[in-house]
DNA sequence: CAGTATCCGATGCGATACTG
DNA sequence: CAGTATCGCATCGGATACTG
């Protein structure tokens, strides 16, 4: 490629997609964005992604000027923060994350939820709001996730809320059921909570008085307002509109 | 690939990038929210794309629901236009192009402008105001332009403005003689016309009464409004970063 | 003009193995 | 934990040649 640019040209959408639009590179910021610093925080948003390419990423990004790198002295944690020009890209990651929840068929990507993502994604809205105990723990089962990951703990002490993967050995406040499916829907708006709740595709049990909170501790993404393009309307990912035939 | 995307997620920026970020993908979608409707028209827009390309980024648009297709009966041209969804996209090309133009160095960019492209950009925006003559011709010649593409004629002729390369034949109203960087940089609003002017970086030659309205028919760049940062919070694309040492 | 099929080199990226 | 270097396959995409 002699040219300048991939694309040859000065147009301001050809160079920012140029940088923008390759393999992982806006969901890194959007990890960013969502206040990841470290590089195993921001792995943890991109189930996916290889370390090799994650660590190629930002150091492009870190090339570009969109990310800042602070090395982490001696074994301890790096950080990375975007510049003012990445704090930008705000708004491109927000115009393609509505775009995508209007307008994209959901139904294919339900069909193997990663839990740990979905977990990790949960944890970023949830609410640690006054009314709950000093010390909350809930328990999800998720009866349809593959052996050793059916059950994941939200731990909320004060402003904090830890998640793990295995037994913190607290006492279990509430105890939530479900499978991965409703709780996706559920979490990104596409189903309705007190629907779920009264068909009883979401068990909630335990303590009465944070289940009758359970709408704000919870909290939803927050693309979860914005809602679906009628069916007719939407668009398919090129794999969905080939394959399943 | 087992996953049901390339990213294995339901987030919708995943799901969006994985339409959206691929080369070209969204120049194209620029070229069909910009009015052209035809393949060689989009194609225009698009100096280095491969035929064999663009004929496949508009097949996995139409896959996708994008874009519909009307496939030209016999001969005739066939016509392309943007979906519901399609057109939705424009908030999300507004958001990188406005990105792309405060954030991205344009200094790279202006090293070799492909002077097809920056003629038939700027024809995208020329207006065609009513105290023009009926018929009014506007000849650029570009001094630095490779051979055979120095010149370029833009005839006004009540709303229609037609593009050639080669000499229409008409009598000249205006001649403008300039240089692809001094033109480009003025287009893009990097470069105030006023100064190009005096500084006679650009010359004017021909009826004054059009002269003194240039800046209304020869419009300029819908991003010429949206200022550039300081050099100093600028972003470089990667090939910039890494090269010309 | 309006595309499409095929070929094949370039590159992108995941896996693996490694360092501090 | 926080990365990086290398290798090799798989996919991408440009050139070319072709059809209606």
Redesign the interface.
């Known amino acids: 490629m002699v040219?300048?640019?991939?694309?040859?040209?000065?147009?301001?959408?050809?160079?920012?997609?140029?940088?923008?639009?390759?393999?992982?590179?806006?969901?890194v910021i959007?990890e960013l964005l969502d206040g990841s610093t470290s590089f195993n925080e921001i792995g943890r948003g991109?189930?996916?992604i290889s370390r090799s390419l994650l660590s190629r990423r930002l150091r492009?990004l870190d090339?570009?000027?969109?990310v800042t790198h602070q090395p982490g002295a001696r074994g301890s944690s790096g950080a990375y923060h975007l510049?003012?020009?990445g704090q930008?890209?705000e708004?491109?990651?927000?115009?393609?994350?509505?775009?995508?929840?209007?307008?994209?068929d959901?139904e294919?990507?339900?069909?193997?939820?990663?839990v740990r993502?979905?977990m990790w994604?949960i944890r970023r809205n949830v609410k640690p709001i006054a009314e709950l105990p000093p010390r909350f723990t809930v328990r999800f089962d998720f009866e349809d996730a593959p052996d050793g990951l059916r059950e994941h703990w939200l731990v909320f002490e004060g402003t904090e809320v830890d998640l793990c993967y295995v037994d913190p050995g607290h006492e279990i406040d509430v105890h939530l059921e479900t499978d991965l499916r409703t709780m996706?829907r559920v979490w990104?708006g596409w189903d309705d909570l007190d629907a779920a709740l009264r068909e009883e595709r979401i068990l909630l049990t335990g303590a009465r008085k944070p289940i009758g909170l359970v709408r704000q501790w919870l909290g939803l993404s927050k693309?979860a307002e914005i809602s679906k393009?009628p069916p007719k309307?939407?668009?398919?990912?090129?794999?969905?509109?080939?394959g399943n035939v």
């Open positions: 040219s300048v640019s991939a694309y040859g040209q000065y147009c301001p959408l050809a160079m920012a997609s140029d940088i923008l639009c390759n393999r992982w590179t806006l969901l959007r991109l189930p996916l492009e090339s570009s000027g969109i510049t003012a020009a930008a890209l708004s491109v990651v927000r115009a393609m994350a509505i775009w995508g929840q209007e307008w994209i959901e294919p990507s339900l069909e193997d939820v990663d993502f979905l994604d996706t990104m693309l393009r309307d939407r668009v398919l990912r090129p794999r969905d509109a080939v």
